[in-house]
Structure formats: C-alpha cells, structure tokens
C-alpha cells in the first residue's frame, strides 16, 4: 500500500499570510494527489485533483504542484474562512490513501 | 445539484452487523465510481471502500477486507456498505464519496456522513 504523509502536522498563521503544505507518497503516484479541506463538523470538500487541478468553485488563491512522489499546497493569502484541516489523499492505486492531515489555525 | 444521503448507521455491539445506504440524487448514478470514506472521531480521514460504476468492481482497505461488502443498485441510485463482524475500531462517521470523472480523479461530492458506534 502506498503511505502518505504531510509536513507539518499542524501550523499557526495570520490572514494574509502565504502557507504552504507538504504531501509525499511512498512510491510514484504520477500527479493522482488530491487535496481537501475539512472545517469541524463538516464533510470534507475538495480543492484540487490530480495534483494542480483547480476544484470548480474553488478561490485561485489555493494551487497545488508536484508530480511523482512529492506534492504542495499552497494558500497565497489566508483568509479566515481557510482554517481548517487540510488531507491529501492519492488516488494512483487502491487503497486511496489519505494523508495525516494538517490543521491550520489562528496565530 | 448532487445530493447523498447516508443513512443506516447506529450503535451495534462488537460482531455485529449494520448496512449502510447511501441515496444519490441530481447525476446518472450509474455512471460514476463511488466510495465509503470514515472518520473516527477526532481523527484523519481513512478510505474505506470504493466500487466501480457497473459494480462489477469493488476494493476494499485492508482494516475491512473479509468483513465489509460494498455494492449499489443503480436502479434504485444507492450504494451500501454491508458491515459484519464489527469492532470497536470502526466507530466513525461513515462518508460516501462521489468521484469528479473517473475513478481515480478526486471525490468531488460528499454525504453529510452516518455515525457507526461500536462500544467496548
């Protein structure tokens, strides 16, 4: 099975700030990587696929980058509507495995 | 708009039993890959399951393979997660998860969740 892990397990930022996620894979999952994003109590919602791909509806202050086994995230300009808990999850071979998770709250 | 609704969930003793539903509406149903994702509660996402449009095709994760069958009927536009032999680790709030495309392209839908409760 293919692990997942990000970096960091959780952060502390400000609105307005740049943040930045990290996401490796075990082994190369070509750019099968998804992102989601989950505030408590609430289902998850996606944000991007296979990699860089731009969920319809979502802000472009989100992108994604990488291909093979590591993989970013990035928020251009937090806003407050953006603290939450963010998954990568790769879907190149089953089990889809998701990532740890990491929370971005308020500093 | 896509809608899912999961329901079946509850609290169930260890080795027993529960199915889950989950009614799809506002897409062809029949059409796309579809999965069971959980949550235990304050944890990470975990995938659980997924099956191919047809049915034809179904994977499992390890914690839950030989004890857990997912299936749909897309005459009815519902999938299941038939859950046997449960255990105390399977206490969650169970998702299904709908893909953007194909199968490997993302879950771009979600049910609001249906909570299984295995109590020690």
């Known amino acids: 099975d293919i692990q997942m892990t990000q970096s960091p397990s959780s952060l502390s930022a400000s609105e307005g700030d740049r943040v930045t996620i990290s996401c490796r894979a075990s082994q190369s999952i070509a750019r099968y990587l998804n992102w989601y994003y989950q505030k408590p109590g609430k289902a998850p919602k996606l944000l991007i696929h296979?990699?860089?791909s731009l969920q319809s509806g979502v802000p472009s202050r989100f992108s994604g980058s990488g291909s093979g086994t590591d993989f970013t995230l990035t928020i251009t300009s937090l806003q407050a509507e953006d603290f939450a808990t963010y998954y990568c999850q790769q879907s190149h071979s089953y089990p889809f495995t998701f990532g740890p998770g990491t929370k971005v709250d308020v500093k | 708009e896509v809608q899912l609704l999961e329901s079946g969930g509850g609290l169930e003793q260890p080795g027993g039993s529960l199915r889950l539903s989950c009614a799809a509406s506002?897409?062809?149903?029949?059409?796309?890959?579809m999965s069971w994702v959980r949550q235990a509660p304050g944890k990470g996402l975990e995938w659980v399951s997924s099956?191919?449009?047809?049915?034809?095709?179904?994977y499992y994760a390890d914690s839950v393979q030989g004890r857990f069958t997912i299936s749909r009927d897309n005459s009815k536009n519902t999938l299941y997660l038939q859950m046997n032999s449960l255990r105390v680790e399977d206490t969650a709030l169970y998702y299904c998860?709908?893909?953007?495309?194909?199968?490997?392209?993302?879950?771009?839908?979600w049910g609001q969740g249906t909570l299984v409760t295995v109590p020690s």
């Open positions: 998860a709908k893909v953007i495309y194909y199968a490997s392209s993302g879950y771009s839908d």
């Open positions: 506002g897409f062809t149903f029949g059409t796309f890959a």
């Open positions: 296979t990699a860089s």
């Open positions: 099956v191919s449009s047809g049915g034809d095709s179904t």
